[in-house]
């Protein structure tokens, strides 16, 4: 609920609908005159803020600079339309179309507002819905009907011309996306040596004696070595014989150095994200882009 004195800080700021979206900015409020508490907010939409709509705004909040309203964007705009500057009030029966668009029930609402103590939102100082309201904007006026006297509080555009906001144009935002990018720990590499055994042959000449049988015969050079011993008798000679065999032995010699080192590689790699950007539509114009067409309604 917007309190009196909160009216100012909701004027010409923006509003926004149940879903976050921008609906536009607030021009004028319009507050019952048997309490004095705001009932109604009406909002500029579109590029020249040729459409205002009436919006409830007693469950509404005000959150740091805008103003919250439980409703979606196209509700509002396709809310009946009421000629604002007719007076500076609300009769009945515009009253009774806004609140059947809204979906608020008159018999409940007059009832929960006409209910005794603090429920009753619309009494007076009298105790009774009835009474005169004197306005607090530009321009007066009163409608009695079945909610209780309302009165219309039309400060809007004073209030805009007043801190300079009179301008017509509005600015488009949208979200720019950057990317840049962070060294993270991709992975580890380590050393790690171990003793394998595998089986490796190799080739190497060996040699061994062999026992072969001379025979040379008797001649005068060997005769005397020949009639040296006994003439007949039994002897007996052994021969050694001696080879080669393979001997194995292991050393350990040192054979290469094995380190590690990082190439930085660069390749190219594609992102995608989402961006939110505002998006601006002409209400009231045959053609938005054919100048001539500028003034004239639908």
Same mark, same amino acid.
């Given at each position: 609920?917007?309190? %009196? &004195? ?13 879903? *976050? ?11 019952? #005159?048997?309490? !004095? ?12 803020? +040729? ?35 007719? *007076?500076?009030?609300?009769? &009945?029966?515009?009253?009774? @179309? ?34 005169? *309201? ?17 009165? !219309? ?9 007043? @801190?300079? +906001? #009179?301008? #017509? ?15 993270? &720990? ?12 595998? /089986? ?9 004696? /062999?026992?072969?049988? /001379? %025979? ?26 001696? &080879?080669? %065999? ?22 190219? /790699?594609?992102?995608? !994200? ?23 309604? @639908?």
């Amino acid at each position: 609920m917007i309190a %009196r &004195e909160q009216i100012h800080a909701v004027l010409d700021h923006p509003v926004y609908d149940a879903e *976050g979206k921008k609906v536009g900015d607030a021009k004028h409020i319009f507050v019952d #005159d048997a309490t !004095g508490l705001p009932e109604w907010v009406t909002v500029k939409t579109g590029m020249f803020g +040729t459409s205002e709509s009436f919006v409830p705004i007693k469950d509404a909040a005000l959150v740091d600079d805008h103003l919250e309203v439980p409703y979606p964007k196209s509700t509002i705009k396709d809310a009946p339309n009421v000629d604002v500057d007719a *007076g500076g009030h609300l009769s &009945e029966s515009e009253e009774h @179309r806004l609140f059947e668009h809204y979906g608020i029930a008159w018999d409940d609402a007059w009832q929960q507002a006409n209910e005794p103590g603090e429920g009753g939102w619309a009494h007076g100082e009298t105790g009774t819905a009835a009474g005169t *309201g004197t306005a607090a904007g530009m321009q007066t006026g009163t409608a009695t009907g079945p909610m209780g006297t309302s009165e !219309g509080h039309m400060a809007g555009d004073t209030a805009g011309r007043a @801190r300079g +906001t #009179d301008d #017509d144009a509005m600015t488009r935002s949208e979200e720019q996306m950057h990317v840049g990018v962070e060294r993270t &720990e991709a992975g580890r590499v380590r050393l790690r040596k171990y003793v394998v055994t595998e /089986e490796v042959q190799q080739t190497v000449p060996v040699s061994h004696e /062999e026992v072969r049988i /001379e %025979r040379e015969p008797i001649t005068d050079a060997n005769r005397d070595e020949a009639l040296s011993g006994p003439e007949i008798t039994e002897a007996e000679h052994e021969v050694i014989l001696h &080879e080669e %065999r393979p001997v194995v032995e292991t050393r350990t010699v040192p054979v290469e150095r094995v380190s590690l080192k990082t190439d930085e590689v660069t390749e190219e /790699e594609t992102v995608s !994200g989402q961006v939110h950007k505002e998006e601006i539509e002409v209400e009231g114009l045959d053609d938005p882009d054919d100048p001539d067409a500028r003034g004239r309604k @639908r």
